[in-house]
């Protein structure tokens, strides 16, 4: 089986990208996707992303951690994926797309993307921490420091939790500059690992800073070990809406793998 992809990464949260608007892609297995995403024996991926056909949209993202399992949304992904698109003519500098939780616009300047995410309206406190969804699940673990923290096992212990151990977390270690400026590292179910940046992840610690702090700043910057991210929203009483999140992208390169099955 040969699959014809782009590499992209945004902020060192890297993906394989297959287009298959023209639906001839043959179904790919949980086990063909752990393949594709192994660092040793394949591409190497946090996650995978589908484009597919959408009768309303220019396309449809379908995105799968690089376990081989379906996901929520991604926010590094979808700008990946819209840079992907815009290079591919699919769409142009301000477009529209749909993912598992809903429609999100996009806008394109150069590598530099821009795309809306979901309102937020609720959250709630664990312990000392916040438990926020951005589209994906997010526990905020607020820090003064994150270097010297070995948040693998940590993360993997908060899995096991009666509150995780059905659906899994995103789990966050935020250390708060002030009220614009974050360091951020994160933990993502599904791939089990600190990935490098995490998009919804960003956006759950920017408005997690607006909670801890009790802000009315509208931009935070959030700095992560593969870039920095921008997170704008407005808010009104910890109703958090016209969310956008961006930053640069890359294309790394592009290939074609042939997929040998056991």
Not at 220 to 243: A, E, M, P, Q, S
């Amino acid at each position: 089986m040969k699959i014809s992809f782009e590499k992209y990464h945004g902020c060192g949260n890297d993906f394989i990208i297959i287009n298959n608007l023209s639906k001839t892609l043959p179904n790919l297995t949980k086990d063909i996707i752990k393949q594709l995403c192994n660092r040793k024996f394949g591409i190497g991926a946090d996650g995978l992303i589908i484009v597919n056909e959408s009768s309303e949209y220019p396309f449809k993202m379908t995105y799968y951690n690089s376990d081989g399992n379906i996901s929520t949304m991604c926010g590094n992904g979808g700008r990946c994926v819209v840079h992907h698109c815009y290079s591919q003519k699919i769409v142009g500098e301000n477009s529209d797309f749909i993912a598992c939780d809903g429609v999100h616009s996009s806008v394109v300047n150069d590598n530099f993307v821009k795309i809306s995410m979901n309102n937020v309206s609720e959250h709630k406190f664990v312990d000392e921490n916040i438990f926020i969804d951005t589209g994906s699940p997010h526990l905020v673990i607020r820090k003064n420091k994150l270097n010297d923290i070995d948040i693998i096992p940590i993360s993997r212990e908060i899995q096991k939790t009666k509150l995780f151990k059905n659906e899994g977390v995103n789990v966050n270690f935020l250390s708060i500059i002030n009220e614009n400026i974050v360091n951020l590292r994160t933990y993502e179910r599904g791939v089990e690992n600190e990935t490098l940046s995490c998009g919804t992840g960003a956006v759950a610690a920017a408005l997690s800073t607006s909670i801890f702090l009790k802000s009315k700043s509208q931009k935070v910057f959030v700095k992560t070990k593969g870039g920095d991210l921008i997170v704008d929203f407005k808010h009104d009483n910890n109703n958090f809406y016209d969310i956008y999140l961006s930053g640069e992208v890359e294309k790394v390169f592009s290939g074609i793998y042939n997929y040998e099955e056991n």
